[in-house]
């Protein structure tokens, strides 16, 4: 007897299943996929235990008469192509017809569907394979589709099922992304006879969000679009200041359809690059629309991948719709409040009210100028005072007593005045400046940090960083992996306007260096330039590697934490935030500037008429 046996359908059916349906959220998406192929406009999900014991379907499309739903369960059954060019042109959902064919091979399926033209409806049933004949019954128009005890004659593949609660999990994810994708439609899921999501027609994708994720995250969302060579791309972005931990809020959708693509997500993570920390991942909903002529869908079961005939061309108009916004937008991150009910911990030695009082005194001096001259304090500027601190010059026009210790600060004409703003430095680290809606917090390190990055980018742009020449030559000792790293990219070293010569066997000498990193250790940066190298390897990208290296360089060269500064050397770094850009965060992504508003200033010591 000879080795080799063809399998019979059921079996067929089964192994395809396995690629198809690997939980109880596969069912659903490939039914809700079918659903919105027959021109559903309203859709009911219904899950009892998960998905574990019941998913039922129920939809208002154009059903099926009784010679289609006795072909429904064959395989590769499909009423969405015919012959081999339909491929290369797909423009439903689903095309394979594989899906009831192999949820019917592992699941109790009963199927009831009606079409606008009959006058009752008709029904099918297949347990595992084996299938019932097609029988009138009473049902309105569309279709409803029951799938009872997934894998429950497979015991192997239903052991590794999850808790009902996590199985809900997937099938809420996947009903968002079918709901995000088609916000034409009316879709509801229940759960164990619980509404879990209405959502109405209509409603427009923010409205989905907002319901789906979220008040906050819907509020704060950046709209933008372009179209750009027969594609169009749509986009709702967050802030960088709301990036998560995992990629789970980037949502790709093309034609309708929920993909993932590493060149879309590279180009979406570029876009944010510099503009938050590199561990974070960008929440992002893009929708593209494009000729389905210039992908194709059908290469995974899922349909989850497609391959594009012009990558590039997605990635740089990804890239550049997002970057745009992104540049084009103020991203300085907003305060967070504490409750204003909130009592401090009497703990710390002092009674709550009576700190609380000291604090809102202190800040309603700040803020506010009192009525009263007699009791007003004026500071002058000075440089080089211990702390980078102020000096008060007490203004006596009274006999009051003085204020608490939070002045008011008056600008002198020297200043010129930041546009008349007044700021002070608070423990050499940061700059409290005052702005018309409230008072911005800025980390002077971040912000010079993100200065200097800007600036040395565009000397780049025009050249070489400029040079000088020191007077001795710093040596340093190298391994034989930093010398080749060095002499693969030499480029890099010219395009710093570092100057590195052999100087012996295995050490090099430092001969010119950056003028911008006047205050960096030549021999540390080089060091530590070439341990990046040594580490990334030869496949580094390029301009990705001068951007990190330009990272470092202004991290090592700007002010630092715990750095006093002179009233000059503040105004300076002020001045330069409004002609630089990004300068909400530092070039690691980390923010550089905090804004509080009045008006929850206001809110917090209880205060009206704001």
């Known amino acids: ?37 027959a021109g559903s406009g309203r859709i009911v999900v219904e899950v009892e235990q998960g998905g574990r014991d019941l998913i039922r379907i129920i939809d208002d499309g154009s059903g099926m008469d009784a010679n289609d739903l006795a072909l429904a369960f064959e395989p590769h059954a499909t009423s969405k192509i015919r012959v081999s060019d339909d491929l290369s042109g797909i423009r439903t959902m689903g095309f394979r017809g594989e899906a009831l064919a ?145 990629a789970k809020y980037q949502y790709l959708f093309l034609n309708g359809r929920f993909i993932r693509d590493r060149f879309i997500l590279h180009a979406v993570k570029e876009a944010y690059r510099g503009l938050m920390e590199p561990n974070k991942y960008p929440v992002v909903f893009l929708f ?32 550049a719709v997002l970057r745009d916004k992104l540049l084009s937008t103020n991203l300085d991150v907003g305060g967070r409040m504490p409750s204003a009910d909130t009592e401090f911990d009497p703990s710390s030695g002092l009674q709550a009210d009576s700190r609380k009082e ?78 018309d809606e409230g008072f911005v917090v800025v980390d002077q390190h971040a912000l010079h940090e993100r200065i200097l990055y800007e600036q040395m980018v565009k000397r780049l742009n025009e050249g070489n960083l400029p040079s000088q020449r020191l007077l001795m030559p710093h040596s340093l000792e190298v391994t034989n992996a930093q010398l080749q790293a ?60 001068v951007h990190e290296v330009l990272d470092m360089a202004a991290c090592k060269a700007a002010v630092k934490a715990g750095d006093p500064l002179s009233d000059e050397e503040m105004n300076q770094l002020l001045k330069d935030k409004d002609i630089v850009l990004r300068t909400s965060r530092c070039p690691h992504g980390r923010p550089a500037t905090i804004s509080f508003s009045l008006k929850e200033l206001a809110k917090q010591f209880k205060r009206t008429g704001f």
């Open 288 to 319: 593209i629309q494009m000729p389905p002529e210039n992908y194709d869908v059908n290469v995974h079961p899922t349909k989850v991948e497609v391959r594009f005939d012009n990558s590039n061309l997605i990635h740089s108009a990804v890239l």
């Open 102 to 246: 192999s949820i019917g091979s592992v699941a109790k399926v009963t199927v009831t569907s009606r079409t606008a033209e009959a006058i009752e409806a008709y029904t099918i049933q297949n347990d595992c394979g084996d299938k019932s004949q097609v029988r009138p019954c009473s049902g309105d128009v569309g279709t409803t589709i029951e799938v009872r005890n997934v894998f429950y004659k497979l015991p192997a593949r239903q052991k590794f099922l999850k808790t009902p609660k996590t199985e809900m999990g997937h099938i809420t994810e996947h009903f968002t992304r079918i709901a995000l994708a088609h916000d034409d439609l009316d879709l509801t899921l229940n759960h164990n006879g619980r509404e879990v999501y209405r959502l109405l027609s209509g409603q427009g994708v923010k409205e989905r969000i907002r319901v789906l994720f979220g008040e906050a995250l819907a509020e704060d969302l950046l709209e933008t679009s372009r179209s750009e060579r027969g594609m169009q791309i749509r986009a709702l972005l967050a802030k960088p200041v709301a990036a998560r931990a995992s």
């Open 486 to 545: 060095y002499e693969s990219q030499k480029d890099l070293f010219v395009k710093l306007g570092i100057e590195v010569e052999p100087f012996g066997p295995n050490t090099l000498a430092v001969q010119t260096f950056p003028a911008l990193l006047d205050k960096v250790d030549p021999v540390e940066f080089v060091k530590e330039t070439l341990d990046k190298l040594v580490e990334e390897g030869a496949d580094i990208d390029s301009e990705r590697l």
């Open 1 to 37: 007897m000879g080795k080799i046996a063809v399998l019979d359908n059921n079996m067929i059916n089964m192994i395809a299943a396995g690629e198809v349906i690997e939980r109880p959220a596969s069912v659903v998406k490939e039914l809700l996929e079918n659903s919105i192929d």
């Open 358 to 435: 000291r604090i809102q005194q202190a800040m309603s001096d700040f803020f506010n100028k009192p009525a009263s001259a007699q009791h007003q304090r004026k500071f002058t500027f000075s440089s080089g005072k211990q702390g980078g601190g102020f000096s008060p010059v007490q203004s006596q026009s009274g006999s009051g007593a003085p204020l608490p210790d939070m002045p008011v600060f008056e600008s002198p004409a020297s200043m010129e005045s930041f546009h008349a703003k007044q700021y002070l430095q608070v423990h050499n680290s940061y700059i409290l400046l005052q702005s």
